[in-house]
């Protein structure tokens, strides 16, 4: 197969595998993994691994990277590095350690041919040491826990494990072939890594915010566009040809761009690079699994499978325990990291290459360590019940967070409970205590809750999207809830829970447009306030007073448009710069529509077309220079224009029929 016939494929697979599971109402993370195992060479055959495919998922990877390198600035690495080279350094050790050991107990206890060298071990425990960057990132951030105490324990021992990939690489072989040099080699290796990243990182910072600025200035969406994927694929290429891994010169670019006011610009921009080649990823990781292989050494793969994860679990728990985390918090963490990962593949692949491990155990334990990666997404949306039945104090820790809210709002009536604490979610809170208004607000945080705190501000640590939270933080009792952040699924889970306990508790919901409006209407939201509508009336209010229209004229202007929910506003003409809609962000759009002499509506009245059953509506007809009443008796004539206003899809269909 060509590059291009592969790439067509793998694509006709991501979508047919996320349509599927979607409608399911299963993550589409694991319609990836099954369409690869269906359409790979140990499935129907379809697809084949190639240097394409294998190109393709480490883009993925180096884009998924990226993004969580937005999420993190230097200074937040800094107060990182007692996990990232502490809890992080000490499990690949000691899990490579483990793995030597049972070896030894192996070469042992066992039958010749069960027993394995030491050489081997020490490959075999450096690829159980690596866990799934892509998958528990991914996870992470859907389930909003990035910035939680385990999100960041984890995230450091991810990026420790990306810096140990490196001498591993250069460890293995060396093992292999006794080679005198090892010390020189890894004392070369490790000089290389160290003035490449101190390049990135001090030199990288000091230029990066400069180059934006010129770049910015050009005014050009696909400059910019550009350059940002320079930046991301160049820092991936210099730490690759230093020997590091691509992910993380790609971490340490988004790391350096965070640093800058362009992030959330940036973050946009390379999200549907990131959210594409990642399901590629995905796929070529499910085409690795051997089914037939599976079912032939079934209980094999499963003690294969069992025995690290458990391990691994076990051995991660209890280091973060010595680190000082919580039980919980270090359950957490060993749940997020006992799966398999991608470096763990090279590792794996690496060894069997050199003959270091027989080829029918290197199948065995490259099919379990796939499977491990399909069941991880279950573990990790299954955690909080694993937590609660194996942590004694985790009842007693939530329970206390709880008990923390409820008192802090027990002597509270008629208050505002603010979900989101973030920089809407202050200004709320600043202004609703300039008014005497009692409020309380409820971040997952711990940072900025434990500093909001220390300045006496109401706020407590809890997830306002949980029933629990919200029956500490006194739902029954509030005059008002206002969702702060905008993310549509947690405020539906919100609202679901408010409809539940109190559905006549008023619920402000901040969007990002009016993409979700009927959506968050539909679910109970008394007022929905999507931000870019609300800062184009404002926009539109200071023009308009600086024209000289008279305020008290200016200020109905804005109420009678906020008392349409925005109505006249919304859709607008889509063009080259805009995303193209997706089957889940349709938003509403104008489009215009020449009559030509050809036009099926040519002698037609607006009633005769019947639009409005096609979930359209018309905005304006134009005939010459007159702006015509939008009258069910008009007759469309040659050369009118009609703007429909409505989704892409809808606004086609009434194209179709006003034209055909």
Known sequence: MTGLDTTLLLLAAA????VGFRMLQLPPMLGYLVVGILIGPYGLGVAEESAVTHELAEFGVVFLMFSIGLEFSLSKLMAMRKAVFGLGMAQVLVTILTSMLFGW????????MFRISWEASFALGGALAMSSTAIVSKMLTERLELESLHGRQIISVLLFQDLAVVPLLILVPALASKSPDLVKTLALASGKAVVVLVLLLVVGQKIMRTWFSIVVKRRSQELFMLNLLLITLGAAWLTEKAGLSMALGAFVAGMLISETEYRHQVEEDIKPFRDVLLGLFFITVGMLLNVRLVIEHFWLVMLLLSGPVLLKLILIAALARVFGNSTSVALRTGLGLAQAGEFGFVLLNQAGGLQLVDPLLVQLILASMVISMLISPFILAKSDVIVMKFSANEWMMQSLALTQIAARTMTTKKHVIIAGFGRSGQSLARILAEENIDYHALDLDP???REAQAAGVNVSYGDAARRESLLAAGINRAAALVVTYTSTASALKILHFVNEMNPSLPVIVRSHDDVDLEKLRSAGATEVVPE???????????????????????????????????????????????????????????????????????????ADLKLGELEVDIHAIRRGKARLDQQNDIVLQNGDVVVVRGTSEAVARAEQRLLK
């Open 447 to 449: 940072d900025r809750v």
């Open 15 to 18: 979508v047919m595998g996320v």
């Open 105 to 112: 107990l192996a070469s042992r206890l066992l039958p010749p």
């Open 532 to 606: 870019l509508m609300e800062g184009s009336l404002m926009l539109a209010s200071h023009a308009l007073v600086m024209l000289g229209v008279p305020l008290r004229r200016v200020v109905h202007r804005v109420q009678a448009a906020r008392e349409a929910r925005y109505e006249s506003l919304r859709g607008f003409f889509h063009g080259a710069s805009d995303a193209a809609d997706s089957p889940e962000n349709m938003q509403i759009r104008l489009h215009t529509v020449l009559l030509t002499e050809r036009a099926k509506a040519l002698g037609q009245n607006l």
